[in-house]
C-alpha cells in the first residue's frame, strides 16, 4: 500500500552520542507543535536517523514541507511516497512523482540500499527504474549532470521511500535543547537576526525590549511584537518582555555627562536583563553588536558596558559584516519591519557626540552614584508582579 510521506532529515553529526535520544525527543515534539496549525491530524514517527510525518494528501505534504523547512534542528525535508519494497510498486510510485514535477525536460534516478539484503543493487535499480520511466514518459531526456528533477529512492528494511520533492532546511537544533537566554531586542535590524542565530542553536530565547515610553510614543514596541511573529515560524521567541525605559533616561541624561550616555543606558539594560535572567532561569544574555559597527560597539565602550553584566554576553553578529545581516533579516521577514525605523528608547536623549572609547573607572565611579539597584528593582517588580 502506497501512502504519502515527508521525510525529516536532521544532521546526525551534530548530535552528540549520549544526547542523541532527547535531541530527537524535542524535535518530534517541537515538529507535532509546528504542524498543529496546517495539519492535526499527521502521524509523526521515528526511526533510524530520521523523522516521519504522513499526511492526509499530497497538498497538506505540501503544506507541512512549507513549515519543516524554517524548524530548528531540521536539515533536509523530502515529499514523496512511501510503498511496498518490489519493482512492481516502486515503478508506478516514481512515475507518480514524475508526474508531479512537471513543467520538466531532464531528470535522473537516484537510488540508494540501506539494506543490503534487497535483490538489487543500487546501480542495477537506477538502470530498471530509469528506463521505465522513459518508456512510461514523452519528449523527457535522462542527464545525469543537473537534470531538472532527481527521482530518490530509497530502500529500507521492509519499504521503500520514492520522492523526487528535496528541500534543504534551515539547519541547527531543536529550541528547547541549549537552554534559556534573553536577547536585548531592539526594534533594529541586527538583535532580531542574533535572537535568530541562537534559537537555530538551540535555546529558547526571551526577548526584553526597552522603549522609549511614556517620553515617546510606545510604537517601538509595536515593531518588536512584529518581528516576535515574523519569528515565530522560524522557532520563535520564548516570551517577549517590553520595559517602558523613558523616565530611567531622563534621569540618566540629567546626571551623567552627555557624551557618557549611550553607555549608562546600556549599562542599565544589561543590569535589568542580568537580574532578569537570574529570575526566569537564563544562563547568559545576547545583543545585536557586531565590531565597529556605530560608535558604541567599540571594544573600549563593550568593556565599559560588559562590567555590569553578571552573566556571559553572547554576541553572535560580532564577525559579521551589515550585508550577511540584511541578507538574513530579509530571509526572516524582520527586514521590512526593521526598516520602518521608529523612535526606540536610543534615539532618545541622544548624545551629539557619544563617546567611542569610554574608560571604565571613569563609568564605574558615576555609575556608583547612581540608585541603579534601586531602578532596576522597580523594573523587575513591572516585569514580573
Ligand atoms: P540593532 O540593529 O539591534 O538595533 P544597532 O546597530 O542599532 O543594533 P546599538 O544601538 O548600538 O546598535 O545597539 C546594540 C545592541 O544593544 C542591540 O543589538 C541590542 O541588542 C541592544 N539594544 C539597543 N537598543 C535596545 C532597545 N531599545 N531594547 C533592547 N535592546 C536594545
Ligand atoms: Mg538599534
Not at 171 to 185: Q, S, Y
Not at 282 to 303: F, P
Amino acid at each position: 500500500m502506497s501512502r504519502f510521506v515527508v521525510l525529516v532529515h536532521y544532521h546526525e553529526l551534530g548530535l552528540k552520542g549520549r544526547n542523541r535520544p532527547s535531541f530527537e525527543r524535542q524535535l518530534i515534539k517541537n515538529i507535532t507543535v509546528a504542524l498543529k496549525a496546517v495539519e492535526p491530524a499527521s502521524e509523526i514517527r521515528r526511526t533510524s536517523g530520521r523523522i516521519l510525518v504522513y499526511p492526509s494528501s499530497y497538498k497538506q505534504g505540501r503544506a507541512a514541507l512549507a513549515v519543516l523547512v524554517k524548524l530548528p534542528g531540521v536539515a533536509r525535508v523530502s515529499l514523496g511516497e512511501q510503498v511496498a519494497r518490489s519493482l512492481d510498486a516502486i515503478n508506478p510510485a516514481a512515475l507518480r512523482a514524475l508526474e508531479r514535477s512537471e513543467p520538466f525536460a531532464s531528470f535522473k534516478v537516484a537510488a540508494r540500499r540501506a539494506n543490503t539484503d534487497f535483490e538489487l543493487d543500487s546501480m542495477t535499480l537506477n538502470r530498471e527504474l530509469g528506463s521505465y520511466l522513459v518508456e512510461h514518459t514523452e519528449g523527457k531526456t535522462v542527464r545525469m549532470k543537473e537534470p531538472d528533477v532527481t527521482v530518490h529512492l530509497e530502500i529500507i528494511k521492509n519499504l521503500a521511500y520514492v520522492y523526487a520533492v528535496s528541500e534543504r532546511a534551515i539547519g541547527g537544533l531543536p529550541v528547547g535543547t541549549a537552554g534559556r537566554l534573553i536577547c536585548l531586542l531592539s526594534s533594529g535590524l541586527d538583535s532580531p537576526v542574533a535572537a535568530w542565530q541562537m534559537i537555530r542553536r538551540g535555546a529558547e530565547v526571551v526577548g526584553l525590549h526597552f522603549s522609549g515610553a511614556p517620553e515617546t510614543p510606545d510604537s517601538s514596541s509595536y515593531l518588536v511584537r512584529r518581528i516576535a511573529d515574523a519569528l515565530e515560524p522560524f522557532g520563535g521567541l520564548f516570551a517577549l518582555y517590553v520595559v517602558h525605559f523613558g523616565g530611567y533616561q531622563r534621569q540618566i541624561a540629567l546626571a551623567v555627562p552627555e557624551k557618557l550616555r549611550i553607555i549608562f543606558y546600556r549599562r542599565l539594560m544589561f543590569a535589568v536583563a542580568s537580574a532578569l535572567a537570574l529570575r526566569i532561569g537564563a544562563k547568559g544574555l545576547v545583543t545585536g553588536e557586531s565590531l565597529g559597527q556605530v560608535a558604541s560597539q567599540t571594544l573600549d565602550n563593550i568593556v565599559a558596558v560588559d562590567a555590569v553584566a553578571t552573566l556571559p554576553v553572547l554576541r553572535p553578529l560580532i564577525g559579521t559584516d551589515k550585508q550577511e545581516i540584511i541578507q538574513r533579516a530579509e530571509q526572516l521577514g524582520t527586514f521590512e519591519i526593521s526598516a520602518q525605523g521608529t523612535e526606540d528608547c536610543c534615539t532618545l536623549f541622544m548624545p551629539r557626540n557619544p563617546e567611542t572609547h569610554a574608560r571604565l573607572g571613569e563609568v564605574e565611579a558615576l555609575w556608583q552614584e547612581l540608585p541603579h539597584a534601586q531602578w532596576v528593582e522597580e523594573i523587575l517588580g513591572v516585569l514580573l508582579p
